[in-house]
């Protein structure tokens, strides 16, 4: 019987500098499901490699040989020994590798909780599989009830509605001060990575224009490059002030680097036209008091974070019932799973009994002196019915109870009562204890 394996490496489980040595390119995932396909105990398999994780799914008969086999490929792949990468990957087998798969699409399972983009990567890794023929019918049918699990989940739960990362937060308010970001000015002030990600994202959310000042100008000039923005001289910055709808600051200032006083000239050439300060840095760049100004919006760090925390707060709320969706339809595809247990079952007492059928049908046709196709017909249709209304009761309760606790226990039971795993024997009519119920 076919299960599910999921051998995989993740941020949950290894630092960035072990993860960094199983990535796969999108080419470099085609090749490998080529090469995995071909090795002992892989029967169907996919891979799913992102920044955060290098996840190796497959449907094996054999789980034992199947894990071994990736951790074959992953050593000879990465030029590494299984014993240095060993400590750090994670194996799932059966219902908990579908489950986990199911995490992974809708989010639960992220850096960043709900955060959407895994679902993209996952139905990537789906279609490289499927065009590398290597997903079968038991990755087909996970990964389209993942897909349908991370739909429910987008839709029925808020997982992933509110930001929950300081970048993320800093646009989120910046869309409820200004609607349309499309022909608002920004600047930013310094060059850390906390202030590129939210010009980033700004820029990613459509504003005009990006203005950025740092101390160092060759290191604005690089930055500008980087996200199409105009780099100025720090001395400029008040100067520009003026033209600026968001103000971003993140510098190593000891001292305020916006004070009052700017602020007021500030809004006084604008028209009093309001302005949204984001101050990211610790110490403070942006004097506190200048949030008491009309038409200034003044967030720093500690702002940003209670947003952040209510927001974390919503997630895991809805992580809870994303959670409940995920074993919702887990459960519906492990009964579909357990049921496969039958179908071998199934297709060879249907062949048993046509095959019983066939002799039967031949055999009163032989005592006939003499008969028309229609008589054959009349005869066949009968026998066929029969059968069927014989088989009918059995099958649709082994069907049943396939995808319960006493499946296994049905299927062995017919298996053993029609002697399923033998040939079946043609006797002799004399020997054939259903003789005495013959046609004679």
Known sequence: MLRVVVVGISHNTAPVEVRERFTFTEDEAGAAV???????????????????????????????????????????????????????????????????????????????L???????????AYRSAVLKETSGLILNRLCHSAFFAAKRVRTETGIGSRAVSVSYVAVELAKRIFDDLSSRKVMLIGSGEMAELAARNLVSAGIGDLVIASRRFDNAAKLAERLNGSPVRFEEIYYHLKDMDIVITATGSSDFIIK??????????????????????VPRDIDPRVEELPDIYLYDIDDLKGVLDENIKTRKES??????????????????????????????????????????????????????????????????????????????????EASTSMGALYVDSVKRLFELDNDFLIVEEEEDEAHSQDWN
């Open 260 to 281: 009052t006083s700017h602020a007021k000239e500030a809004l006084k050439l604008r028209n009093n036209e309001p302005v949204f300060m984001i101050d990211i840095a």
């Open 34 to 112: 080529a090469e995995l396909s071909k090795m002992e105990g892989i029967e169907e398999c996919m891979v799913l490699s992102t920044c955060n994780r290098t996840e190796i799914y497959a449907a094996s008969e054999n789980a034992d040989n199947c894990v071994e086999s990736v951790k074959r490929y992953l050593s000879d792949s990465s030029g590494t020994d299984t014993h240095e990468f060993s400590p750090y990957l994670y194996v799932s087998i059966g219902h908990m590798a579908v489950r986990h798969l199911y995490k992974v699409a809708c989010g639960i399972d992220s850096m960043v």
């Open 319 to 400: 992580a809870t019932k994303a959670d409940d969706i995920v074993h919702e339809v887990e459960r519906a595809f492990e009964a579909w799973i357990s049921g496969l247990k039958a179908v071998p079952a199934i297709i060879d007492l249907k062949k048993r009994f046509e095959l019983i059928k066939n002799i039967e049908v031949d055999r009163a046709l032989s005592k006939l002196d003499s008969y028309t196709d229609k008589d054959k017909d009349v005869i066949e249709t009968m026998a066929s019915r029969i059968v069927g209304k014989i088989l009918h009761g059995p099958l649709t309760k082994l069907k049943e």
């Open 114 to 124: 709900g955060e959407p983009q895994i679902l993209g990567q996952v139905k990537n």
